[in-house]
């Protein structure tokens, strides 16, 4: 699957899920190549995945964070607009065997471990052009934080991110996000 294409779009996948975003304002912390912001994300998505391999299937997560319109799987992959404008993904895996129904619980997951975060795409607009940054490109070595899960109740979960891939790309704050279960 193509990093930040968003769930359903791999050839292995079968993610149905239902539009929306939370619209709680966090804030982010991001360092990319030298240069640091804070970003204050208003819209976040959370959309649970199956990944189905013949008879067998798995469930994973996708976290989309945003300070533009997130609402649809087609606004998560519209080219940003403005100097301003970030879009952060996050593949977060589920331990193995995990039932594609069980709802959505309090669990780190660790960048360093092929087993915890996966890709990571950073999408950021510099002033003249897009700047597509993949995280999960750097050595497992290079990888470290978590991505937490602090809290899900209803159609709403929160956590924290606190990333770090070498010293070219952090990410550190908080997010609300809205639950999206496959139909």
Request: aromatic share 6%; proline share 4%; glycine share 12%.
């Amino acid at each position: 699957m193509a990093c930040g294409g968003g769930a359903g779009t791999g050839s292995n996948s079968d993610s149905k899920s239902t539009s929306g975003a939370a619209s709680v304002p966090s804030k982010l912390d991001i360092t990319l190549y030298g240069k640091s912001r804070t970003v204050e994300t208003k819209r976040g998505r959370f959309e649970v995945v199956v990944r189905r391999n013949g008879d067998l299937a798995d469930s994973y997560y996708w976290l989309y964070l945003a300070n533009v319109e997130i609402s649809t799987e087609d606004d998560i992959n519209k080219p940003l607009a403005s100097p301003e404008d970030v879009r952060l993904s996050f593949e977060l895996f589920r331990k193995p065997g995990t039932d594609i129904s069980a709802p959505v619980t309090i669990e780190s997951f660790d960048a360093k471990t092929g087993g915890g975060v996966g890709d990571t795409l950073i999408k950021t607009h510099d002033g003249s052009r897009v700047i597509d940054s993949y995280a999960h490109e750097a050595p497992l070595t290079e990888r470290k934080g978590t991505v937490k899960i602090t809290g899900a109740n209803g159609d709403t979960v929160t956590g924290e991110v606190d990333v770090a891939y070498g010293d070219k790309i952090a990410v550190k704050g908080t997010f609300t996000a809205k639950i999206l279960m496959p139909k």
